[in-house]
C-alpha cells in the first residue's frame, strides 16, 4: 500500500494558516499520551504511507512518515537488517494504535539498544517536510556523505512536530547482530548500577541492561565467540531465547512489563551513567546502565526535578499526571530562546502542535 497525501495535507495547512487556526497532528495514536495535552483541530496523516526506497546494500530506508513501523521492520528483516535504535511501538491491550516511522522520529524516543546504537537522531539521514507556512522543504539525503552544515533533518527528531510536519524520512538501518544472549544476576539496586557502571567501561558486547526488583538482566549482541566470551565474565544465569525475546520486545521496548501498567504518573529521568541509587519514593526500573530510570511517584513535579537536577539531570513526566504543566523538564532561559527563534523560523504563525512540548510553543 503507497499513498502520497502532501498535496492535501499543504492545502490543510494553508488554510489553516490563513486563518491563524491551530492544527493537532495525528499518525496512528500510539503515542498521544506523549507530551502537553495537543490542542487544534486534528489533522490526520495516517493515509501518508508506502515505502519509497529501501537499499539493503546502501543500509538505508525511505518511506513516508504514515507507515507502520511493524511494516518496515517486517521488511528490514526478509534482509536481516532492523532499525538499531528500536524504536517502541507501545502495544496495550486491544487498542488499535498503530506506530509510525513519523512518530517514532517526531517522538525521538529509543528502545534498550538506544545507548548503544544511537538515538533516532543520529539515525536519520534526511526528510521531507511541511512547514507551518505550507511550505514543502527536503533536509539531508539518504548517503552520510549528504550530512553536512546545519542538520535541519535531524532538528526534527524529538521536535514532536512543532516545526514542522514529517512528510518522508530517510533513516540508517543495520544488519542485525550475529548472536543475541541474555543474562540475569540477583542484585540490589546499588551493586547492579556499579556493575553496569564498571562494564559501560569495557569493550563488552552489551546492547541492552535493565534493571528490576533485584534482578538485573544483560543482552549481549555480536559475534558468537564476543558474546561466548563477555557472557562468561559477566556470569549470571542464562535466560531462552523465547523467554529473552519477550523480555526485550515487549515487556521493555514496548512497554507491556507489569511497572509500566502501575497506578499514578510515570516519570522518565535521564541521569550521567555515575549515578547511585536516588532516594526517591516510588517505584523504579533502570535501563541504559543506570542512565535512563522509570519512577512510578506521586511526588511532586518540583521534588523530583529537584533532586534529579542536582545530579546533573532532568526528569519528563512521561504517562499521567497533568498534562497541563510543565511535562517535559523546564528550560534555561537560554536555550529557551533558541527554541523560539528555531520555531519562528519554521513555524512563525504557531499553527503547528501548539503547546504540546512547552506551554508557548
Not at 129 to 141: I, K, Q, Y
Request: charged share 25%; proline share 6%.
Amino acid at each position: 500500500m503507497s499513498r502520497d497525501s502532501t498535496t492535501e495535507i499543504r492545502e490543510r495547512v494553508r488554510a489553516a494558516a490563513a486563518d491563524g487556526a491551530p492544527l493537532s497532528i495525528v499518525g496512528g495514536g500510539s503515542k498521544s499520551f506523549y507530551g502537553r495535552t495537543p490542542r487544534g483541530e486534528p489533522l490526520d496523516l495516517s493515509d501518508h504511507v508506502g515505502l519509497l526506497n529501501y537499499e539493503p546494500k546502501e543500509l538505508v530506508l525511505t518511506a513516508r512518515a504514515g507507515t507502520a513501523l511493524d511494516e518496515i521492520e517486517q521488511i528490514l528483516a526478509e534482509h536481516g537488517q532492523g532499525l538499531p535504535f528500536e524504536p517502541p511501538r507501545f502495544r496495550v491491550g486491544a487498542s488499535a494504535a498503530v506506530a509510525t516511522l513519523g512518530g517514532a522520529i517526531a517522538s525521538g524516543l529509543g528502545g534498550p539498544a538506544r545507548p548503544h546504537a544511537g538515538a533516532p537522531r543520529d539515525l536519520v539521514l534526511g526528510v521531507r517536510a511541511l512547514t507551518g507556512r505550507g511550505e514543502v522543504l527536503r533536509f539531508g539525503g539518504e548517503v552520510m556523505k549528504n550530512v553536512a552544515g546545519y542538520d535541519i533533518s535531524r532538528l526534527m527528531a524529538g521536535a514532536m512536530g512543532t516545526l514542522g510536519i514529517l512528510l518522508d524520512i530517510s533513516v540508517k538501518v543495520m544488519p542485525c547482530p550475529a548472536v543475541t544472549h541474555t543474562r540475569m544476576l540477583e542484585l540490589g539496586v546499588e551493586e547492579a548500577l556499579e556493575r553496569m557502571t564498571d562494564w559501560a567501561a569495557k569493550p563488552l558486547p552489551i546492547s541492552a541492561t535493565v534493571w528490576y526488583g533485584g534482578r538485573l538482566w544483560v543482552r549481549l549482541s555480536g559475534a558468537r565467540l564476543g558474546v561466548s566470551s563477555a557472557a562468561e565474565s559477566i556470569g549470571g544465569e542464562p535466560l531462552d531465547d523465547a523467554a529473552a525475546e519477550t523480555l526485550w520486545r515487549d515487556q521493555i521496548r514496548d512497554q507491556a512489563h507489569f511497572f509500566f501498567a502501575g497506578e499514578g504518573p510515570l516519570w522518565r529521568l535521564s541521569l550521567p551513567s555515575a549515578v547511585g541509587p536516588l532516594s526517591l519514593a516510588g517505584d523504579q526500573l533502570i535501563e541504559w546502565s543506570g542512565c535512563q530510570r522509570w519512577l512510578r511517584s506521586d511526588r511532586s513535579a518540583d521534588e523530583i526535578r529537584r533532586q534529579v537536577t542536582a545530579v546533573g539531570g532532568h526528569a519528563t513526566l512521561f504517562r499521567g499526571g497533568d498534562r497541563s504543566g510543565d511535562v517535559f523538564h523546564p528550560l534555561p532561559e537560554t536555550v529557551m530562546r533558541l527554541h523560539r527563534r528555531v520555531k519562528l523560523a519554521f513555524d512563525p504563525l504557531g499553527i503547528l502542535n501548539p503547546g504540546r512540548l512547552y506551554a508557548e510553543f
